[in-house]
């Protein structure tokens, strides 16, 4: 659910707006009379996008825009208004909007393209966050693996390829979960009793999430087979680890065997207060394995999570890896500076860890998911220093959007320095890239690229020393 705060001194317009946003499932909407009650309300309460006028007293929708941008760094916000001049529209995305929709016309199908604008900035910033959020993670200097989740090691759209094949191949149903049962994955080929009957019900699915806990708990020595605490069809489980970390649990089941019994599973429809006719015919259909059979399938599953996990933890000690490299480059930087009689010497050393280092991050697939399901352009820069100054800097990676907005392929990108991509001297943006670098403060512009010639909005953040990263997206 995305929960928006809208902001206008009418409060007519304020309740219709609500009302027409609401309308929209996913949308919740609180609302503020002006731009310090809206101040107020953010310094309290979380909110997923701000919605304001821009003619208001006291503080009006550019001014509100600064507020915001300087508290609250990059939370979505969109200019609605019906101020129809140009220079409110520049002065909005100059200050950093995510979007600016003008008043006016049939009201429903204005507030459909409101609603989609809010659903685009927050999916965006949500998209921005976890970038951050895995560069962080992955290149933590720490040793353990203590503070990282499954999210920050897999891609879920390949673990669940994986997932979907495996059931496919086996005939089991299958699931990967948090350690208290939430899912993480959608359920792969789960049977009619199970997914339509015992979940719908609370105590079935609250059964459910208990059962799939306890199956897959942490237990290295193989797979953790059972008839599940919710109906009794054969289930199974393994855990997925980082390292000494369990992150989640891979469960599998809902078969029966030539030995159920039929009377006792049946009883189980009355405890949880489902139907008992429905439970008796979707009984029925539930796929048959012998228990050798399904002892073999989760043999196979424990196989397949030990190397996933072996896979994650080796993904993690390589990024980790490049991140100790890239640290001892910036320390070689800094005593290439205080030796002056060892220049090119030091110069070569640098090249070649340099050189180690693209390489690496060109093998390491972890980094691509980071970049490869982004619609904006994202690469990623180290700074390069002359006696202490800021003088250029280098592209470590790039993603295909990027590649698509420059017009040059990777191979022309990657290794270069930006005044030889741009054909400029200083190369664009330097000075915010290093008011980044320097401060360690997120900047969001929207600003006319001097190498493209096309006014694009750009996030700028620091995820560790010396190195910037950047995200472009056209207006």
Known sequence: MITVLTVDDEPTLLEVGR????????ITVETASSGKEALSLLESHPYDAIISDYDMPEMNGIELLHEVRSRFSDLPFILFTGKGRESVAIDALNAGADFYLQKGGD???QYVELASNVRQAVRRKLAEDAIKHKIVSLTSPESDTGSLTFYDVFSLDDIQE???AFSSATGVASIITELDGTPI?????FCHLCNN???KTEKGQKNCYISDAVLGRYHPEGPVIS???SGGLWDAGTSISIGTRHVANWLIGQVLDEQADYDRMLLYADEIGADRNEFSEALAEVPKMSKKQFQKVSETLFVIASQLSLQGLQNVQQAREISRRERVESDLRAAYEQIAGAEEELREQL???RQANLYAHQQEQQYRTLFMHMSEGHAIRELITDGGVVTDYRFIDVNPAFEQLVGKHRDQIVGVTGSEVFHMAPPPFLDIFTKVSETGTPVVSVIEHPGLHRELRISVFKPYKGVVG???SEL
Do not use: A, V
């Open 470 to 472: 950047t995200i472009f």
């Open 351 to 353: 090249d070649e860890i």
């Open 162 to 164: 994986i997932q979907d």
């Open 197 to 199: 009957i015992i979940r």
């Open 227 to 229: 008839p599940c605490l």
């Open 185 to 189: 994955t959608k359920p792969s080929n």
């Open 107 to 109: 009201p429903r199908s």
């Open 19 to 26: 009302l027409f946003l609401e309308r929209m499932s996913d």
